[in-house]
Each structure stands twice: as C-alpha cells, then as structure tokens.
C-alpha cells in the first residue's frame, strides 16, 4: 500500500498525529505492535491507573470517612478480582474508543511490528510472522517508552514488578516496596496503600517528585506519612533479591547507614526510556542518544521525511505533551506553523490528593536569579474543602516581582489535575496574578484557592485566610 | 480598554466612504447608540452610530475618505463616568509649568500629529526609534515623522511606557493619535497629580497595557507565524494591548518590504516568455512624493509657464576659479563653486527685474525686497528645496557655506520645515546629472526659476574666429502672467553677461 503518512505506534501521540494528518487530507497509516490501541497511556498506564486510584479512593472512603459523613456500612472489603476486571473494562472501552476514531478517519490499523527497509519502505511483521510492507512518503515515529529496569536487579515481573504489572495484580501485597518516589511510583504506591497494603518508599533524591516544585514534595511526603507510608530519602539501593516469596531489598543512606527491608512485591519505578527495539533506525541512519531520536525544532530527525514524537524524543514523558507533538507533526507536513510551548506543558500526579504545576518552579526561578513573589493558600481555608473534607493540600503562584506576571502555578490537593488547566490558560495568555485574582471564580470550589493564592501573591492580601 | 470604530460595510460595491462631518468633536462623551458622524460614500449618505458609551477619539478627520474597515474614531469606555475638563481651562487656571500638563489625562499621554506647518495636512512615520513597551524619557526622541515638506523628531511628551498607534510608514493627519505613553511614577510632577494618577490607574486596574503587550495568543500565534509576520508589528486589540486570534487573522504583512510583493507573478497579456524576470513590483507613494506629484500638476494647470534660453560662456568664471579656489577653500574652509556666482548674479538681476522675484497672491502681485533663493537639492526621498534667505547680502563664501549646509542637510533628511518654505526664486541645476537643456517646473507660488545645465567645450565664435570655449545652456522658466517676454529675457540676458564678465558682479553694471 502506498500512504502520504505512517504513523508507528498508536499511543496518545501516534493515534492523534494520526487522526490530525487525515483531517488534514493525508492518506494515512497506523502500525500497532500490540493487540489494542492505545499504547502505554490507554493499556498499562494512565487509564488503568486512573482506574484504580479511583478504586481505591472510594474504598478508603467507606472504610474510614462514610462514619462521618453519616454513612454506616458493614466494613468493606477488597475484591481485587473485580477491581481489576473493572479496570480492564475501562481500558476495553477506551482503546475501542480509540478503534472508531481510526475507523472514522478512514486510517489504515496494520497490527504487528513495523521496522524500516528504508526512509519510504516499512516491513509490517504480525505476530503470526506474516510480513507485509508499505510504502509512504512520510513518517512519524510514536514508539513511546518502557519502564526502565535496575541494573542489577531487572524485572522478573513476578516479585520485581514493573507498573505493568503493578495494575494486574491478582492479590493485594501486604508489603509493597516501591523504588522510586516519582510520579508513577507515588501513584501506584498511593493505591496498595489505600487498599491495605504496607508501602514503602525508597527515594535516591532528597525529595518526592523531585522534578516538581519543592512545596509539592514536601506536602505531598506529609499525605503520603498520614496514608501510612514509610518513605526513606536519599536512599541508594544496592540490592533486590527475589527470595521466592518475598524480596529482599539493600539501600544505603548518605552516611552510610545501610537499610534492610523485606516485602512481598517491589515496584521498580525509577523512569522510563525511549523503545526504539526493532523499530531498523539503522536502515535509515538515525542514531539514538541516549536512546532517544534526535529531532529539531520542527521534531524532525535527520532524515528528511521522518519525524519522532512523544516519549522517544526530548522532554517530558507525558501523554498530553505527546498528543500537542502529534497535531504539532501533522500540522508542519501540511505546511502550517502551529506552536508548541513547552514550559506550559502541566505536570500531573495523580495521587490523591493530586498534585499539579505548569510554568516554572520555585527552584527553577532561584537558579535563574529571576525576582519572583509567592502566594500560597491552603485547601483547609477553603470551604468546599472542608465540606468534602479533602484539606489536605494548597495552590502556590509564582509572580514576577516587578510586572506581577504569573511564572508557576502548582497545585497539592483535591482536583488540582483538573484546576492546572486554568494556570495554563492564563500563562498562555501572560496574565499577572491580579488579572486572576480579579476574575470572578465561582463559590464554592476549589477553584477560589487558586484565586486566592493570586491575592496572595499580587500583593499579600487574601481574604479568606 | 478603547473599542475601535470602524467603518461599516454599506453596501456591496462601495469600498470607501468620506467622513462628511463629524456630529461629535474629539474629547466628547457619546452615549450608545449616539449619531456621531455623517459618512458619505458615492452612493448615499448615512449615519454612524457609538458602539458603546465612553469619549470619543476621533482618528480620521472630517473631509477624509477611508476604507471599508479602516478604524476612525475610539470610543474609551472607562472614562465615560469622569469626563475631563477641556485642557485650556484647565491650564489657564493652574499657573504650573508647562511640561506638567501632559501628564495628566489619567495616567495615559495620547500623542497626536502636531501642527507642523500650514499646508501640512498629514504625516507619515516614517521611522520608531523607540519600541513598543520602552521606557521613554520626555523630550526624548521617539520616531521620525514625515511630511511633504521636511522629515522631523518627534520629542516624547511624557515619561513612561511607550505604545505605539500608528506603525511605520502609515500616514496619519494633523490630530491624529501617534502613539500613547503610559505615565510612570519618575516624572516629577506635583502632589495632587500624582494622587489623582495613582486613583486612575487603580480603577483601570489591569486593563492597562503592560509586559504583555504584543503577546499573540496561542491560536494568534500560529496564524502569525504562517503569514510571516513578526508580532512585533502586529498592534494588539486584546486585553493589556495582547494580540488576538483576531488580530492576528487581520495583520497584513508590510506593505514597504518589496519582498512580499515581488513575488507575484505577472499576469499581464499573454507574452511569449523569453526566460527572463515578469514580476512587477508595488510601492506605497510616500507623502513626500504624493505631493510633489500634486503640485507639479497644478502648476503645470494654473500657471501660464513658459520657458526662455540663452548660453554662457563660462570661461572667464572657470579662470577665476582656478586660480582663486586654493586661496578661498583656506580663508573660508568651503570651495569655490559656480553656486556663488549663479546666485550672485541672480540676486542683482533680479534688482532689475523686480516681476521675476514677484508673486501672485490672489488679485495682487507680491514683490520682494529682497532675494530669498531656493536651491533644488535631489535626496534619496526626493527633490528638496531649501532657502537661502537675502541671498542678496550674502557674500561668495557665506553662499558657498549656505549651499554646503543646506545640502547636506537635505540629503540627510534633517531640513526643517522653516528652512524650505518662503524662497522667491529658485535655481535648479540639472547639470550635475549631465542635462544638456531643459524646461524646469516653477516652484508656487514663485514666479521663476533658473535651470542650469552641464558644461561642454563647444565651438563659438569670438571676434570672427571659431573657439573652444566651456559653454553652459541657461533656462529660465516664468509665469506669464506676471513676467513680460521682454522682462524675462532681459533677466536671463543680464544673468548672462554678469557670468561672462564676474567684475560686473562687483561694480553692479
């Protein structure tokens, strides 16, 4: 078959690029390794996780706040089977979702492994070895990323676990040794926690996500002891060890302190790396760099007519920033000149409470010597946090000092995942943080912390607080 | 933040329409829906309503005819509640000085075209020295300003945060708004201003232009990007002076760069194409050059313009010259030209022919007493005619220094406005570009004008025998209806015989 473009890998960045370049009037392609659509995002990421964090928040609910919400119920219990079949139902009607989406943008699905024979050439290999091969003008390569193992101690995915296999665990562990104090780690930690299990956390950095602002950390360690949780910081781990029935897990503190501890799982999340396996980047001459693509301004690699998107380049890991990729691709071969702003690209945790930022953190601003001003406010102000009694948590702006612009917004608590649209929208609009403090939020929601905390950071004067 | 008014679609052929009269003077405050303007297009008149209550801001002139679209006049909603006392009263009444008047007007100094001579009527930008956003000091110079007459710097009248209005190149009139300034707290005015600027600012709260001035939106930016335009010449209507979708969907790229342009292909008759370049090009007249083609016209309509030629042997000014032009250039630190001498014997034949330095005025003829001499200096803009005023009392080097000077001047584009108006004859000298003979075109309301050519060895005949001798043909072109023939040509006769033989220029013979 001949195509204007393929699309290889049909994760949040592939499938959109590819719906975007047929409504732009390209005859397009998809190649799709996996059974499902979806990549990592709609089968073993984002969606099941979702699922899941929800799962758990409403057992935590019954189990401890339905009392004083006036709802006695006999204690509930874990059915782990039908949390997860429910998770895959979600994941099932997602990437059929997805399915429709193609099918109504008249793209081609080629399921199987796609693998370059040269720039316009790609060999198509199903699962049952049958080969076909396309031939396109142009191509975009969405192949995303896998979690990254221990060097010495990679998954053996029965006891040393991925988040793959986090989200398909058949029994609730009753110690979950989570490796990695990132997002995927407090996420998926966050849930065993609520569900029952003992979780601990062992961190190489002094903070939890430590990419984020460190107020996020910082509050987010504080909901994360309240929850039970045992996080070591500034941990090393030297070793894991599959006992059979338990691992056994080595770390060292900075003084050198050496830490045992013994679980039943250990979820290694410590990152994710470009997958470029199989993907024949040597039959056109792309070379990885540090497993990823190259790519220029434009997200084109050094071959002319092919073009890298999502987690396989620079950047941020995130669906989202790979779905802005996809459009932005598809947009340039029809020869507009559509933008991407990285800087205003949000951070989500989805923990409960979430944590959300966009735009600069506090530390990043310091680096730069750049005068800032701060505004804080605290959910327990707030009076639909208290109604749902979800106070744990706080918005922080981040103001230019002199025009009052608003450089960061971050969020620790309920909804902020859905509240940082409104932080992106006003930077990408260059509003100082009176423009929001002026504009009208509704009462009450939690919306009226982030205005609140722009008071705050116009010119300290909040009213709630 | 001022809603711009701009001129309705009226109907499917008309594209232009002029403002018949203006119901409404600039400072006003109109209410919603208000008649404030009569429009006149070729097919009908009719009536233009305020969009919104607020004062008004008239842009566009009564008497001018303006696009479909183009705005002509802001309504300012903000200030509708506190409509300012008109200016003079107000400085009349408080003996402050001068300066500080201009900082008042709620935080914001509007800067519109000033009078800068009579006849002058418009303007164009013709270059911003200062950018959008730059902190500007008063009297600072912040753009060049065009006129058909002079270009000249326009002295920031506020100290604060620049915005510019009207973008290079654009053509503004007498009145119209520049660019605003955003009053910062550094200028020095009085207590009770400074109170009322703060209150007034407050209110506006943010909607007062700011460090995102110029900021396209998301969307904005992509559709500036794909036409090519950078946002820096994008004005922006948003909020703090953002650019919009919209403004982003209206920008035009520069009408000046001859690279957007250039590009279209000619689609003229159908040509058999030899390969070579088709394209043509479009450029904007300036002002400059609007009105100088305005006004040869009309001369050339309301004159009764005729042209007499003689020659001049110019030998004997020649030797003089060598010989003397050393010694001159170190007593006075200027050549020796042939200016000095052309104007010198203008100035004395027009002692004997007082019509040639005449003028009609109405029903009267103006004589002069004295010689102002305009000289025609080409610059890249275009012709400039600079004065060089009692010409008559001048001496040779004063001339000569004259002539340097005003050159100079108007090659740079620094004459100003006093400097070129007022001659009451004019030389011209199209010999510098190797004319042999022409017909120059007077220069109104002067009555005369000299034209000079190039000098070329000829052979003529001195005392019964053919010679070489450097000849120069002389035209002088006049108004017939104030020049007799034999006015004229005794004039150019007597110009003539003072070149041929310089010690007349001494004894006045």
Redesign the interface.
């Known amino acids: 078959m001949q195509y204007n473009v393929t699309v290889i890998g049909s994760g949040p960045g592939g499938y959109v690029a590819a719906i975007r370049c047929a409504q732009l009037g390209f005859k397009t392609a998809i190649i799709e390794k996996y059974d499902t659509l979806g990549g990592t995002c709609l089968n073993v990421g984002c969606i099941p996780s979702k699922a899941l964090l929800d799962s758990s928040e409403h057992f935590i609910n019954a189990k401890e706040h339905f009392k004083e919400h006036g709802i006695d119920i006999p204690a509930p219990k874990v059915n782990i089977k039908q949390m997860i079949k429910r998770k895959e139902d979600v994941v099932k009607s997602n990437v059929d979702g997805i399915a429709f989406l193609m099918k109504k943008n008249k793209i081609d699905v080629l399921k199987g492994t796609g693998s370059f024979i040269d720039k316009n050439t790609i060999k198509v290999t199903s699962s049952d070895g049958k080969e076909t091969q396309v031939t396109t003008d142009k191509v975009i390569i969405a192949t995303g990323s896998k979690p990254t193992p221990l060097p010495f101690a990679p998954f053996d995915k029965k006891r040393i676990i991925s988040s793959t296999e986090a989200l398909t665990l058949t029994e609730i562990p009753s110690h979950l040794i989570v490796i990695g104090g990132g997002v995927i780690g407090m996420e998926l930690g966050s849930v065993y926690a609520r569900l029952g299990s003992k979780v601990t956390v062992v961190e190489f950095l002094d903070s939890l996500i430590p990419t984020m602002d460190g107020t996020m950390g910082k509050e987010l360690q504080k909901v994360a002891k309240k929850m039970g949780m045992d996080i070591y910081l500034g941990h090393k781990v030297t070793a894991v060890e599959n006992k059979g029935k338990e691992v056994v897990l080595k770390a060292e503190a900075k003084d050198g302190k050496v830490l045992e501890l013994k679980g039943d799982y250990c979820l290694v999340s410590i990152g994710r790396k470009p997958y470029t396996d199989g993907l024949g980047l040597d039959k056109v001459g792309i070379e990885t760099v540090k497993g990823q693509i190259p790519v220029d301004d434009h997200l084109k690699t050094n071959v002319d007519n092919i073009y890298a998107i999502g987690d396989v380049v620079r950047g941020a890991m995130l669906a989202h920033k790979a779905e802005e990729e996809g459009v932005f691709v598809a947009e340039q071969m029809a020869g507009q000149k559509p933008h991407i702003n990285y800087l205003l690209i949000p951070g989500v945790v989805y923990t409960w409470p979430e944590v959300a930022s966009v735009g600069y953190t506090e530390e990043q601003l310091k680096n730069q010597g750049r005068a800032y001003k701060t505004g804080t406010f605290p959910y327990k102000a707030l009076g639909r946090a208290r109604a749902s009694m979800d106070t744990d948590g706080l918005v922080k702006i981040l103001a230019d000092k002199q025009t009052d612009e608003i450089l960061g917004v971050h969020i620790v608590g309920a909804r902020a995942a859905d509240m940082i649209a409104a932080g992106v929208t006003a930077m990408e609009f260059r509003a100082s943080a009176e423009d929001v403090a002026r504009m009208s939020h509704a009462h009450p929601t939690y919306m009226e912390a982030v205005k609140e905390a722009c008071l705050a950071a116009t010119a300290n004067r909040p009213l709630h607080i | 933040m001022a809603i711009q008014i701009k001129v309705p679609t009226v109907g499917e052929s008309i594209s232009e329409v002029t403002i018949a009269n203006w119901l409404k003077k600039d400072g006003d405050v109109v209410k919603l829906d208000e008649v404030i303007a009569e429009l006149e297009s070729d097919k009908a008149t009719f009536e233009l309503t305020a969009q919104s209550d607020g004062v008004l801001k008239i842009l566009k002139q009564q008497g001018t005819t303006v696009p479909i679209g183009e705005t002509i006049c802001e309504i300012e909603p903000g200030a509708a509640q506190a409509p300012q006392p008109p200016k003079a009263p107000a400085t009349a009444s408080t003996p402050q000085p001068q300066k500080t008047e201009s900082k008042v007007s709620g935080g914001i100094k509007e800067m519109k075209v000033p009078a800068v001579g009579e006849s002058i009527t418009e303007v164009t930008i013709s270059t911003w020295l200062k950018k959008e956003g730059d902190f500007v000091k008063l009297d600072e110079v912040i753009a060049e300003v065009e006129s058909d007459k002079a270009t000249f710097e326009l002295p920031a009248e506020a100290t604060g945060i620049l915005h510019i209005v009207a973008k290079e190149k654009e053509t503004l009139p007498i009145g119209g708004l520049i660019c605003k300034i955003e009053i910062t707290g550094e200028s020095p005015v009085t207590e009770p201003q400074e109170k009322k600027e703060t209150a007034v600012s407050a209110s506006s ?2 909607s007062d232009k ?3 001035a110029g ?1 396209p ?2 969307a904005a ?2 559709i500036l ?2 036409k090519g335009i950078p946002a820096n010449q994008v004005q922006g209507n ?2 703090g002076g ?1 650019i919009t979708k919209e403004d982003a969907v209206k920008a035009q790229p520069s009408t000046t760069k001859p690279a957007e342009t250039k590009a279209q292909p000619s689609q003229a008759a159908p040509v058999i194409s030899s390969g070579g370049s088709r394209n043509i090009r479009k450029e904007k007249m300036t002002s400059l050059r609007k009105t100088i083609a305005k006004r040869l016209v009309s001369v050339k309509n309301e004159t009764a313009m005729l042209t007499t030629f003689n020659e001049v042997d110019m030998k004997p000014i020649m030797d003089m010259r060598s010989k003397y032009k050393d010694q001159f250039k170190e007593k006075y630190g200027v050549g020796l030209g042939f200016m000095s001498f052309f104007t010198k014997a203008v100035c004395a034949a027009l002692k004997d022919f007082p019509a040639v330095n005449a003028s009609v005025e109405g029903d009267e003829i103006v004589y002069h007493d004295y010689c102002d001499i305009s000289i025609a200096v080409s610059t890249p803009r275009g012709l400039v005619v600079p004065v060089i005023r009692n010409a008559e009392l001048l001496s040779f080097n004063q001339i000569e220094g004259e002539v340097v000077r005003l050159a100079t001047k108007g090659r740079d584009g620094k004459l100003s406005i006093e400097e070129m108006t007022g001659g009451t004859f004019s030389i011209t000298n199209g010999g510098v570009f190797g004319s042999m003979l022409s017909t120059p075109i007077l220069n109104p309301p002067q009555s005369a004008i000299l034209g000079m050519h190039n000098i070329v060895e000829r052979p003529v005949v001195k005392n019964g025998e053919i010679v070489v001798r450097p000849i120069m043909y002389l035209a002088l072109s006049y108004d017939h209806r104030i020049v007799d023939g034999r006015e004229s040509v005794s004039f150019l006769v007597r110009v003539k015989e003072m070149l041929e033989d310089p010690g007349r220029l001494i004894l006045g013979v």
Do not use: F, I, T, W
Request: charged share 20%.
């Open positions: 709260g943010g700011s460090y995102a900021h939106s998301p930016a992509k990007s794909e948003g909020v953002r």
